[in-house]
């Protein structure tokens, strides 16, 4: 399938597309700043990134927070208002990265640190696309709906861009940079927030 054939179409991630949307992540996140940062080992970043991403896809999946397209070339992770992952996420995320554990929970820490606690919302936990298959409109299609339900409810939506690339893209969905987060001898980790009635 050529990739100019890729589908928008939002779909829920049904427990059998998880391993493959889990690849998608993987590799979406491979070139990020944060996750190279986060596994400077390059030879066995994806195998990491996957196996966390599985582990992400898994907690998130019962609270109906996983959405793909029918290709599974892009994948999002959303965590809706009021709701808790299993608390035992960390520690299993910690025991995948090895000896990058430190660095997975350096983040982690800064990450909840910074995150808004005044109003629940609407976390954008992941947003991924497989390389081949960016720039041609998926993310935005993955954001399109539960955005314009944020809009219908009058609920807020957060997420944490760590791209500038991805950080512009957000940004024409109507997320507003909140603060920087900038990791020790790491790249920046931009915090964004969407009041409800931006730009869908």
Not at 60 to 67: C, E, F, R, S, W
Request: aromatic letters at 8%; charged letters at 20%.
């Amino acid at each position: 399938m050529s990739t100019a054939t890729a589908s928008r179409t939002v779909v829920k991630a049904t427990p059998q597309d998880l391993p493959q949307v889990a690849e998608t992540l993987g590799h979406a996140f491979f070139d990020d700043p944060v996750m190279s940062w986060c596994y400077p080992d390059a030879d066995r970043r994806a195998q990491l990134l996957t196996q966390g991403f599985g582990l992400l896809l898994d907690a998130a999946h019962p609270h109906g927070g996983v959405d793909t397209v029918p290709d599974l070339v892009s994948g999002a992770i959303w965590v809706p208002p009021g709701t808790e992952l299993d608390e035992q996420l960390p520690v299993h995320l910690g025991e995948v990265s090895g000896e990058y554990a430190e660095r997975l929970f350096t983040l982690f820490e800064l990450l909840d640190r910074h995150h808004p606690t005044h109003e629940p919302h609407q976390y954008l936990f992941v947003l991924g696309t497989r390389p081949g298959w960016q720039s041609r409109g998926l993310g935005s299609a993955l954001m399109r709906p539960v955005l314009a339900d944020c809009d219908r409810n009058g609920v807020p939506a957060y997420l944490e861009a760590t791209t500038e690339r991805n950080r512009d893209l957000y940004a024409r969905h109507g997320f507003e940079v909140q603060q920087v987060i900038k990791i020790p001898d790491g790249p920046p980790v931009w915090c964004m927030w969407r009041n409800p009635g931006g730009t869908v």
